[in-house]
């Protein structure tokens, strides 16, 4: 089991940053990928980044050099810096944990955080 918890949101003028944070308790020596994702009211919940056991990172195109997803090990955080916010960044950003299962992948999720960007 993997428990997570997310901070760091809130209101940001255009323009602005906030960095999200998530820190992970459990079995955390298992956890392959951890990841970003953010829903907006009426659309899908989208990838916004994800960072690898290896360190890989990938990203969304939307968010492409103006979010860095890191992590630090030692406290078991994954973090999320957003620069430059715009508008149509206004999501609920969830925290997601990638486990091995013996068929599959177990993903487990934080309870969400509001980002509200203001034009």
């Known amino acids: 089991q993997v428990q997570l918890v997310e901070s760091g949101g809130g209101l940001v003028q255009a323009g602005g940053s906030l960095r999200l944070s998530c820190a992970a308790t459990?079995?955390?020596?298992?956890?392959?990928?951890m990841a970003w994702y953010r829903q907006a009211p009426g659309k899908q919940r989208e990838l916004v980044a994800l960072i690898t056991r290896s360190d890989i990172t990938n990203y969304a195109d939307s968010v492409k050099g103006r979010f860095t997803i890191s992590r630090d090990n030692a406290k078991n955080t994954v973090y999320l810096q957003m620069y430059s916010l715009k508008p149509e960044d206004t999501a609920v950003y969830y925290c997601?944990?990638?486990?091995?299962?013996?068929?599959?992948?177990?993903?487990?999720w934080g309870q969400g955080t509001q980002v509200t960007v203001s034009s």
């Open positions: 997601a944990a990638d486990v091995p299962a013996t068929y599959g992948t177990n993903r487990y």
């Open positions: 459990g079995i955390i020596s298992s956890i392959n990928v």
